[in-house]
């Protein structure tokens, strides 16, 4: 292999494909964070709470996808959209966006 290949392989190599974000991070920037912080996600809102240790604060999934779903059951003057009521979300999104949360 010449010097010129090898280097070109370098490059090649180095600027290659982003890796892909952890499923749920997607849904989480565009539908969480103008509101929310979490753990390994830059500009992000402050209007609604951290959402950090969110297994151990809701270790029942159920609870905390029906705060994602329909906020509004539990806390009629929340600001927060009723995600899965008004089909923003889709129900296996919400499950997509809590999995991802349990690992921050």
């Known amino acids: 292999m010449t010097a010129c290949a090898a280097i070109l392989g370098v490059a ?11 499923p749920g991070m997607t849904l989480m920037k565009q539908h969480c964070m103008q ?9 992000a809102g402050n209007i ?3 959402l950090s240790n969110m297994k151990s604060r809701f270790p029942d999934r159920k609870e905390l996808a029906a705060i994602i779903f329909d906020e509004t059951k539990r806390n009629p ?3 927060m959209p009723p995600f899965g009521r008004n089909l923003i979300l ?15």
């Open 35 to 43: 509101c929310h912080q979490v753990k390994g996600i830059e500009n």
């Open 90 to 104: 889709t129900e296996q999104q919400i499950e997509t966006i809590i999995d991802f949360l349990y690992t921050r």
């Open 77 to 79: 003057l929340t600001v």
């Open 48 to 50: 609604g709470p951290v």
């Open 12 to 22: 090649l190599f180095a600027t290659g494909a982003p890796a892909a974000e952890p």
